[in-house]
């Protein structure tokens, strides 16, 4: 409901829908839940562009997970945090919690989350004009991303990397890394595009399974409406000859 409501900028319907959730968290006693609620918020309101109210729901959400020492959680909602700030142009305050996040991360093993802190700040480097910087944490994300059964940030991180050794001079890097961000974006183009295909052809399948069964329905219904009229008429004459 979140994602169906972020598209149509429901803002009104969408926190309802969360507000109705933080008391069913608090009743059935999961601070987790209750936390990824607020965290969640926190990203509704963002996309729509409302900083202040995001980062109010991401602070809350991290005194949740505080409190019960969730370091993944912690990391999660810094990075959220990092990437508020940095989509408002404060690229400081930004790598302050993206460097949090980092910090929280080194105590769980969780190498995609690492990528994204790492595509975060290789990307707030890059906005400052930080390409060196810039450079050596895309790098760090890409080497990750070797190790863990993933495509995503590939497109990002290369891109990052095609634009700042261009930067600085050095255009077979850039030319290369360009490509492989190229390559990166086709793909998901191409798994995107199967995904969708594959819906149609599903949602295609059953409206002609639901089309057939009304037909049959319909062809049911007509066939025993036609023995009921045909047994009246087979019934009519026997009337007639009781009555004689």
């Not at 408002?88 to 802190?117: C, P, T, W």
């Not at 290369?158 to 086709?186: M, N, P, R, V």
């Not at 037909?215 to 023995?227: G, M, S, V």
């Amino acid at each position: 409901l979140h994602r169906v409501d972020r598209r149509q900028r429901q803002m009104c319907i969408r926190d309802r829908y969360y507000e109705a959730g933080l008391p069913q968290a608090d009743s059935i006693g999961s601070p987790v839940a209750k936390g990824l609620l607020l965290n969640n918020m926190g990203v509704a309101y963002r996309s729509d562009e409302k900083y202040e109210e995001a980062l109010e729901y991401f602070k809350k959400a991290e005194e949740v997970f505080l409190e019960i020492e969730r370091n993944g959680r912690l990391a999660l909602v810094n990075t959220n945090i990092g990437e508020n700030y940095v989509l408002q142009n404060d690229f400081e305050q930004g790598l302050k919690f993206y460097k949090k996040a980092l910090d929280y991360n080194s105590k769980v093993d969780d190498k995609e989350q690492r990528v994204e802190i790492y595509t975060g700040i290789a990307s707030a480097m890059l906005a400052m004009e930080n390409y060196q910087q810039a450079i050596f944490n895309a790098e760090k994300g890409v080497d990750l991303l070797q190790d863990i059964e993933t495509d995503l940030h590939y497109e990002s991180l290369y891109e990052i990397l095609a634009k700042s050794y261009e930067k600085i001079g050095i255009y077979k890097k850039s030319l290369d890394a360009f490509q492989k961000h190229l390559a990166a974006k086709e793909k998901i183009n191409r798994e995107e595009t199967s995904r969708k295909i594959e819906k149609l052809n599903y949602l295609y399948e059953q409206q002609k399974t639901e089309t057939e069964i009304q037909k049959l329905n319909f062809d049911n219904e007509k066939n025993a409406r036609q023995l009921d009229l045909s047994l009246i008429h087979i019934s009519e004459p026997t009337r007639q000859a009781e009555i004689s």
